[in-house]
T-cell receptor, first 110, second 115 residues
Framework: KNEVEQSPQNLTAQEGEFITINCSYS?????LHWLQQHPGGGIVSLFM???GKKKHGRLIATINIQEKHSSLHITASHPRDSAVYIC????????????FGQGTRLTINP | DVKVTQSSRYLVKRTGEKVFLECVQD?????MFWYRQDPGLGLRLIYF???????EKGDIPEGYSVSREKKERFSLILESASTNQTSMYLC??????????????FGPGTRLTVL
């Protein structure tokens, strides 16, 4: 079983919908990262979280350390949000590297 | 803005060739990483380095080696390229503060095809 699991694997929605992508992990972590990858494009870091909640524009990331769970929310989704969203964790005893989830492919239709 | 650059966007090599992929970052980051990305398998760590001349194996180091002679440059070497090393290779860098890996900055990737 992967240490970092994302759900859903694929998500298709209509423009304007509220989007939630989930990330569960099974290890103790120091921090959790959310990344975005557009088709054919590079990877961009969206958030790094150790606790609580962070917001940037229409993106919100939350983490519940006790439940070992994080969510990425997109409000008022737009076709340009279509991308693969990747969750990654830094394990407490995992040295200076990240463990990645498989990614969630999001498609927003106009 | 942090810049992570990779030496090539596309590369075609023949089986058995020695291949060098270079990555340069301009933000004085301590940590640098090499990943490969394959459909359905996500990002997998090949090697990482937390200081000059220091390296650590990642999850899939077999068939690869790395070199970090200067802080800003991290090279990935395929000693004898094989077809199963056809993949997208991504370099990343980050700083490391108070035991936390900070934001990872990725290069644009090198799509390597081994024939």
């Amino acid at each position: 079983k992967n240490e970092v699991e994302q759900s859903p694997q694929n998500l298709t929605a209509q423009e304007g919908e509220f989007i939630t992508i989930n990330c569960s992990y099974s290890v103790g972590i120091s921090a959790l990262h959310w990344l975005q990858q557009h088709p054919g494009g590079g990877i961009v870091s969206l958030f790094m979280l150790s606790s609580g909640k962070k917001k940037h524009g229409r993106l919100i990331a939350t983490i519940n350390i006790q439940e070992k769970h994080s969510s990425l929310h997109i409000t008022a989704s737009h076709p340009r949000d279509s991308a693969v969203y990747i969750c990654a964790v830094q394990k407490i005893q995992g040295a200076q590297k990240l463990v990645f989830g498989q990614g969630t492919r999001l498609t927003i239709n106009p | 803005d942090v810049k992570v650059t990779q030496s090539s966007r596309y590369l075609v090599k023949r089986t058995g060739e020695k291949v060098f992929l270079e990555c340069v970052q301009d933000m004085d980051h301590e940590n640098m990483f090499w990943y490969r990305q394959d459909p359905g398998l996500g990002l997998r760590l090949i090697y990482f380095s937390y200081d000059v001349k220091m390296k650590e194996k990642g999850d899939i180091p077999e068939g690869y080696s790395v070199s970090r002679e200067k802080k800003e440059r991290f090279s990935l070497i395929l000693e004898s390229a094989s077809t199963n090393q056809t993949s997208m290779y991504l370099c990343a860098s980050s700083s490391y503060k108070t035991a936390l890996l900070d934001t990872q900055y990725f290069g644009p990737g090198t799509r390597l095809t081994v024939l």
